[in-house]
């Protein structure tokens, strides 16, 4: 916003809701801004855009990161919107199976990649199509553990490690940003090579990630904003997807891992 000509405190005031990755305390936050009648709203991932959707059909929302709006009922096409909603979307399942491709060229005597998934997210089901698409391809066997909420993520690694899993997917989620320390350690201590969604993650500690960059799109979401608070209506803003993508690695000789040259020559960033 700053960028656009806008300052914060002159120009406009922010008022920020955290679920903390519970998605049950999102009809209540949404319902709060509602009731502070907010010229916008801007939010990201499935749950808290549903709640925002149910909460107002007349403040302009701006989608930050979303699923597939058209498939989960937010928007009428991705060229004309139709309501009160628009942003950015990552409509991009089939990064699921590109990054189980990766982890296998990372590691290619595996045969057996546990997949954590919510299964809570409606998006769960499309990522795991790809998933298992390219599992197929590449013969490798999957097994699937799901959790709805951050007390099951204990269990869920005890099952990873029970089955003797060979690596770890993590499906892109908002529960699973919100607790990723937790999860890197969680997959350290399993002693697990990983891949994950978000440059973030393996900044924190995951081997791998790949999947688009996140500060990208609010930033970008910072042009929808601005474009309404001049006028415009939402159903006449076309939803946009993703234009940048990376690819982050981290070594890590705790596992004895060494990265083929042809990925650390792709990589975005190596971290050491």
């Known amino acids: 916003m700053y960028e656009r000509g806008y300052v914060e405190g002159e120009h406009f005031t922010i ?35 549903q709640a925002v959707k149910h909460a107002t059909s ?14 989960t009922g937010f ?6 919107p139709g309501g009160n909603l628009t942003g950015l979307s990552l409509v991009a399942p089939e990064l699921s199976g590109k990054r189980l491709e990766l982890l296998k060229e990372t590691v290619p005597a595996i045969t057996h990649v546990a997949v954590l998934a919510n299964a809570a997210n409606p998006l769960t089901a499309a990522q795991m199509r790809e998933t298992q698409r390219a599992a197929q391809a590449l013969q490798v066997q999957l097994y699937v553990v799901e959790v709805r909420g951050p007390h099951d993520l204990d269990n869920a690694f005890s099952a990873i490690r029970s089955v003797h899993a060979d690596a770890l ?9 919100s607790q990723r320390t937790r999860m890197v350690e969680l997959t350290a201590t399993s002693r697990l090579p990983a891949m994950y969604g978000l440059r973030e993650d393996a900044e924190a500690g995951a081997l791998m990630a790949y999947g688009p960059n996140f500060p990208d799109m609010f930033r970008r979401a910072a042009t929808y904003v601005d474009k309404i608070l001049n006028g415009a209506k939402p159903a006449d803003l076309p939803v946009e997807q993703p234009t940048k993508y990376e690819l982050v690695l981290k070594t890590a000789r705790t596992l004895g891992l060494t990265f083929p040259p042809h990925l650390l020559v792709l990589a975005d960033k190596v971290i050491h």
């Open 75 to 80: 928007v009428t096409s991705f060229a004309r």
């Open 15 to 49: 008022e920020s809701c955290y679920a903390e990755g519970n998605p049950d305390l999102l009809p209540g936050l949404a319902a709060e801004l509602v009731g502070l009648q907010v010229e916008v709203i801007v939010t990201s991932g499935s749950q808290a855009i």
């Open 58 to 71: 007349t403040i302009p929302v701006v989608m930050a990161a979303s699923g597939d709006p058209v498939e």
């Open 169 to 177: 997917i993590t499906l892109l989620d908002p529960m699973f940003i």
